[in-house]
């Protein structure tokens, strides 16, 4: 069974800082994908990043970037620059193997990450 | 610029009342999914659908059920709600490129559902 893990319920940064949101995955699966979604107060979920676990090159989307490292299995979400628009919860998701072309998420429970100006 | 669009955004239902919660998406996405999100948790898949006529279950299926009739619709229906079931619930759509596509998913804003 496939399970992620975020360890930081919660995490205060200051504006314009870097910060690392957490991330752990368990999966048996030798084909699978980590995505990163953005959860504001208003509740819409906002996709992020994507990486594949044969990407090579950890995935980069603006100030985002994916550190995946397969052996430890970890895909952190890197976040530079930090701006008081990024204050929302965090969830990194898993897709496993692909089901007649049909993505079947697992969560994790999120972090809420709070930008202080 | 629709995209997914859910109705109702909330709903207080009663114990053993059924409704229906509708998703409805224009971006001619094949694949459509139901997710429900209790308090302080990561989203579960309820069900999801590969096509028109196509559904199968989810992590978290007891209690509902869904149809696709069209490409465009997949409604979601609570028969004998339960307070278990109240949560916020999330439509979601995404294409294929082909049989492995990694294109995201994109989610409806969602339906806050109480159960009372």
């Known amino acids: 069974a496939q399970k992620i893990t975020q360890t930081q319920p919660g995490m205060f940064v200051q504006e314009k800082e870097a910060v690392t949101l957490d991330c752990t995955y368990d999966?048996?699966?030798?084909?699978?994908?980590l995505f990163w979604y953005k959860q504001p107060s208003s509740g819409e979920m906002i996709f992020l990043i994507y990486q594949g676990s044969y990407d090579e090159q950890n995935a980069t989307e603006g100030r985002y970037s994916l550190n995946f490292q397969k052996a430890r299995k970890s895909a952190n979400l890197v976040i530079s620059a930090s701006q008081l628009g990024d204050s929302a919860m965090y969830f990194c998701?898993?897709?496993?193997?692909?089901?007649?072309?049909?993505?079947?998420?697992?969560f994790g429970q999120g972090t809420r990450l709070t930008i202080n100006p | 610029n629709a995209g997914v669009t859910q109705t109702p955004k909330f709903r207080i239902l009663k114990i053993g009342q059924s409704m229906t919660l509708q998703c409805a998406q224009d971006m001619n996405h094949n694949y459509m999914y139901w997710y429900r999100q209790d308090p302080g948790m990561g989203l579960k898949l309820i069900y999801y659908?590969?096509?028109?006529?196509?559904?199968d279950k989810g992590e978290v299926p007891n209690g509902y059920n869904v149809s696709r009739s069209t490409t465009e619709d997949f409604p979601l229906r609570l028969e004998l709600a339960a307070p278990s079931q109240t949560s916020v619930y999330f439509c979601?759509?995404?294409?294929?490129?082909?049989?492995?596509?990694?294109?995201?998913?994109?989610f409806g804003d969602g339906t806050r559902l109480s159960i009372l």
């Open positions: 998701a898993m897709r496993g193997p692909f089901i007649q072309g049909a993505q079947k998420l697992v």
């Open positions: 659908s590969v096509g028109a006529g196509i559904t």
């Open positions: 979601a759509s995404s294409y294929s490129l082909g049989a492995t596509s990694n294109q995201p998913q994109h």
């Open positions: 999966t048996s699966d030798q084909s699978y994908g």
